[in-house]
């Protein structure tokens, strides 16, 4: 496999950009090398700029659930650009929108469109302050919400690939009102309610958390922390920008069977291009801007072409609720095939897997919380990226990060990444 042009890429990339790239994990920094410069993309593949092809497990981040280059959307993006690309205005296909994300999630009473993940988390949290009155919050040890600044406490993804302890920047004014405790742990939850009694506005929580691999909440922990919120005054945001419209039409709470009192979307809601939402009770939010006066605002929010593409993936989705028994199998094909060929192996190791999330931990313990995920053997995992993408297997670059399963996949793809699993451990162990 060559790539002298992703390496020429990177080399002039590192002139004009920190780092050569515009979002820190796909720098390849901690699994090491350079990373590789895409051109294309079309149903479960991607294409390099050298031309080697990929099947792809990051699916950008999650939204490509039914591959990339779907026709149906890359054709309504083409038709709604002919009407111009932004009016900053309203349309028809915003109410659209939104009636539809109502009719998938029932809990919803009202959304607002935004244009990214880190947006819809930091308005949910702006309002519940703003709701409440009060300041702090939770949030879980190796779940990231976004970069903005009151998440990045003890925040997964590229916070935890890069092993960054405390982001400059990040004021301790801001930093002192997130609290912070172990996933799937509810007495510390309970406890840092007992410390700040009527202080905490919100628990945020990844539902199923997907920035420290994938991690299942245990039984009872989500039902848990929605009896603490009700019992306290607090609202508990979930956090569906991984999940929502992935693990259910209605997301992790249509899935887990929990209403939280507020959500928020991302990546799967713009099929791909810049979109995020909040939403929830109405009581919440009839508190935001115009009609209350916690401010949120944006000149793009609810744009055209991203509210038609995500429209039309979810249309899809909600026409063809059998799309979700055809990952589930999808998912559970490739897990069994996994499992054999690592238990072959002889290597400790862990499969959590829900609906179309996947990840593989190199442990020889449950991963249930960031320090179980951080204590396996992540220098591994980091030889079987490179092991795995030398054979045309895409994995995202870090073990804390989620697989993610489109349905174009066939079983000829998964059969392919089965058999490269099997030759990267016997080529790294
Ligand atoms: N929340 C979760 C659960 C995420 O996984 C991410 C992004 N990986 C975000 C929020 C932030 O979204 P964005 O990158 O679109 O700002």
Not at 34 to 58: E, S
Not at 190 to 198: I, S, V
Not at 390 to 410: D, K, Q
Request: proline share 5%.
């Amino acid at each position: 496999m060559t790539i002298s042009k992703s390496e020429q890429l990177f080399s002039r990339a590192q002139n004009s950009i920190p780092g050569g790239v515009n979002s820190p994990v796909r720098a390849f920094k901690s699994v090491g090398g350079n990373p590789i410069f895409l051109k294309n993309a079309r149903g479960a593949y991607l294409f390099d700029a050298d031309g080697n092809k990929y099947i792809d497990y990051i699916n950008s981040w999650g939204p490509m659930i039914l591959g990339h280059a779907y026709t149906p959307v890359v054709e309504a993006i083409q038709k709604k650009a002919a009407d111009s690309t932004s009016f900053g205005a309203p349309t028809e296909l915003e109410v659209e929108m939104a009636e539809l994300v109502k009719s998938l999630v029932p809990n919803v009473d009202l959304v607002r469109m935004v244009s990214s993940g880190t947006e819809a988390c930091m308005s949910a949290l702006r309002l519940a302050r703003g709701y409440t009155g009060r300041n702090k919050f939770i949030k879980f040890e190796g779940c990231y919400h976004g970069h903005a600044d009151p998440f990045l406490v003890k925040a997964g993804s590229g916070v935890a690939t890069f092993n960054i302890q405390t982001v400059p920047g990040v004021t301790g004014g801001v930093s002192n009102d997130t609290l912070t405790c172990a996933y799937n742990d509810l007495d510390a939850v309970q406890q840092l309610f007992a410390e700040n009694k009527g202080e905490i506005a919100a628990i945020i929580i990844e539902p199923v958390a997907g920035n420290m691999g994938c991690i299942l909440p245990k039984e009872g922990f989500l039902e848990g922390l929605r009896r603490i919120c009700t019992d306290e005054g607090a609202v508990l945001i979930f956090d569906e920008v991984m999940t929502g419209f992935r693990l259910a039409p209605g997301g992790a709470q249509e899935r887990l069977k929990i209403d939280a009192d507020l959500v928020t979307y991302g990546k799967v809601i713009g099929a791909g291009m810049p979109v995020g939402a909040f939403g929830g009770r109405l009581e919440i939010m009839k508190q935001i801007a115009p009609l209350g006066s916690v401010y949120q605002a944006g000149t793009l929010s609810g744009n055209p072409l991203a509210m038609i593409a995500g429209y039309t993936l979810l249309q899809e989705l909600k026409n063809n609720p059998g799309i979700y028994t055809e990952l589930e199998e999808k998912c559970a094909y490739l897990k069994a095939g996994l499992q054999r060929v690592l238990e072959a192996s002889g290597t400790p190791f862990v499969i959590n897997q829900l609906g179309s999330m996947i990840s593989v931990h190199f442990s020889d313990h449950p991963v249930t919380d960031f320090a179980s995920a951080a204590s396996a053997n992540n220098a591994l995992f980091n030889k079987f990226f490179h092991a795995m993408l030398r054979r045309g297997v895409y994995l995202p670059p870090s073990a804390y990060e989620t697989w993610f399963l489109s349905n174009a996949l066939t079983q000829e793809d998964l059969d392919a990444t089965i058999k490269a699993t099997e030759e990267s451990l016997k080529e790294i162990l």
